[in-house]
């Protein structure tokens, strides 16, 4: 079992930047590839960046440039950096982890999730 706890959500205005991160314990080697994944109120689940602990990225096309990926593999953590944020941005994050290294498609441990909104 692989236990994910995200943090670092909030509120932030447009053009804002917040930082989240996701500690990951219990069976690390369930780890290959970490993600995260977002929903907002009305939608469906989608992936918003995705690592692999070889540091492989995929990013949905939607935040391509503005947010970024990274993972601490001696800290088991990863991070969203997510610059010049948009109101469409507003939603629940959830980080997601894989034993097979995917990330293209969400694993099966994940997070409680975290708020962020986007608003003035």
């Known amino acids: 079992q692989v236990q994910l706890v995200e943090s670092g959500g909030g509120l932030v205005q447009p053009g804002g930047s917040l930082r989240l991160s996701c500690a990951a314990s219990g069976s690390i080697f369930s780890t290959n590839a970490m993600g995260w994944y977002r929903q907002a109120p009305g939608k469906q689940r989608e992936l918003v960046a995705a690592i692999t602990n070889g540091s492989n990225t995929n990013y949905a096309d939607s935040v391509k440039g503005r947010f970024t990926i990274s993972r601490d593999n001696a800290k088991n953590t990863v991070y969203l950096q997510m610059n010049s944020l948009r109101p469409e941005d507003t939603a629940v994050y959830y980080c997601?982890?894989?034993?097979?290294?995917?990330?293209?498609?969400?694993?099966?441990?994940w997070g409680k999730g975290t708020l962020v909104t986007v608003s003035s």
């Open positions: 997601n982890a894989d034993r097979w290294g995917n990330i293209y498609f969400p694993g099966k441990y």
